[in-house]
Nanobody, 119 residues
Framework: QVQLVESGGGLVQPGGSLRLSCAAS????????MGWYRQCPGKQRELVAI???????NYADSVKGRFTSSRDNAKNTVYLQMSSLNPEDTAAYYC?????????????WGQGTQVTVSS
């Protein structure tokens, strides 16, 4: 079993910045991809950013140029640096990881952290 624990959400004013962190823990796994999704009430969960082992980081068009995701492989941790936040960024942000356990790929989700952008 792999656990993802997020931190760093909160209330921020429009134009402000916030940094989210997500740490993966467990045993017998290697991370293939790790990133972030978000979900607003009544809407589908959408991709924000994902980092894979083999390609560049993929960002949603709505966050390109404002958000930057990075990974610390030694710590099994992924970060999301969010800048120039606006009210449309308000959502629950979920960490996501695709891991290899033995010969099987599995997808895990964090519990979510709320980001609220409001004056």
């Amino acid at each position: 079993q792999v656990q993802l624990v997020e931190s760093g959400g909160g209330l921020v004013q429009p134009g402000g910045s916030l940094r989210l962190s997500c740490a993966a823990s467990g045993s017998g796994f290697s991370i293939n991809a790790m990133g972030w999704y978000r979900q607003c009430p009544g809407k589908q969960r959408e991709l924000v950013a994902i980092i894979t082992d083999t390609g560049p980081t993929n960002y949603a068009d709505s966050v390109k140029g404002r958000f930057t995701s990075s990974r610390d492989n030694a710590k099994n941790t992924v970060y999301l640096q969010m800048s120039s936040l606006n009210p449309e960024d308000t959502a629950a942000y979920y960490c996501n990881a695709r891991v290899l356990q033995g010969r099987v790929y599995r997808v895990y989700w964090g519990q979510g952290t709320q980001v609220t952008v409001s004056s």
